[in-house]
């Protein structure tokens, strides 16, 4: 697609379930963030994957939170025993490589009831 | 660590008039600033840049200018049209933007006919 693509945009789900969220780059980008976005904040980094690897997790709130780009491309943020605080919309964004744009998708809005 | 502090909205403005969004900023070393826009429905997108002291950022009518002495990089417009209603973020990064950003909290610019 010409854009980065998240899927699904909205997502309710219950205490304590689990979730995955999907994150679609544009092709060719090699660099790969996600943000959490609450409402009436800006955009909190999470992760950035370069390739395969997460070069940065530092902004993963607990180890309830995982996220895997196996094949470089495409990327899950995977979030166990989901708790009303995780209610959110989760913003990923990609980059072609160093010194270019990062272009964002129109995230997937998370409610947690 | 690295922050971002911008001006509380709402702001709204009449078409036509002058636009300030104040945006601050605390960080190590040398970070490169931004400004994203969120358009209402839209993702957001890079609205303009700037990476060292001095440099002024423009696009569509918008100027900033990196001031390392007061550490800020206030946004502005001569003459505000209501297509620019959204939202808008300041943000920082470090090594000339190649990681992660950190963002203000958004002002929201509503302009009316």
């Known amino acids: 697609g010409a854009g980065v693509s998240q899927t699904p945009s909205n997502k309710v789900t219950e205490k304590g379930k689990y979730v995955e969220l999907r994150c679609d780059p544009i092709?060719?980008?090699?660099?790969l963030y996600w943000y959490r976005q609450s409402l009436g904040q800006g955009p909190e980094f999470l992760i950035y994957?370069?390739?395969?690897?997460?070069?940065?997790d530092s902004g993963l709130p607990n180890d309830r939170f995982f996220a895997v780009r196996p094949e470089g491309s495409v990327s899950t943020l995977k979030i166990q025993r989901t708790e009303r605080g995780d209610s959110a919309v989760y913003l990923c964004?990609?980059?072609?490589?160093?010194?270019?744009?990062?272009?964002f998708g129109q995230g997937t809005r998370l409610t947690v009831v | 660590g690295n922050s971002v502090t911008q001006m509380e909205g709402p702001v709204t403005l009449s078409e036509e008039a002058f636009l300030t969004i104040n945006c601050t900023y605390t960080?190590?070393?040398?970070?490169?600033l931004f400004w994203y826009v969120q358009y209402p429905g839209e993702g957001l997108q890079l609205l303009l840049k700037a990476t060292k002291a001095d440099d002024k950022g423009s696009n569509k009518g918008f100027e900033a200018t990196y001031r390392k002495e007061t550490t800020s990089f206030h946004l502005e417009k001569g003459s505000v049209q209501v297509s620019d209603s959204a939202v808008y973020f300041c943000?920082?990064?470090?090594?000339?933007?190649?990681?992660?950003?950190?963002f203000g909290t958004g002002t929201r610019l509503t302009i009316i006919p």
């Open positions: 994957f370069q390739g395969t690897g997460a070069a940065d």
């Open positions: 964004a990609s980059r072609l490589g160093l010194n270019t744009e990062a272009f």
């Open positions: 960080a190590t070393g040398y970070p490169s």
């Open positions: 943000a920082l990064s470090r090594n000339f933007g190649n990681e992660k950003l950190t």
């Open positions: 092709s060719g980008h090699t660099a």
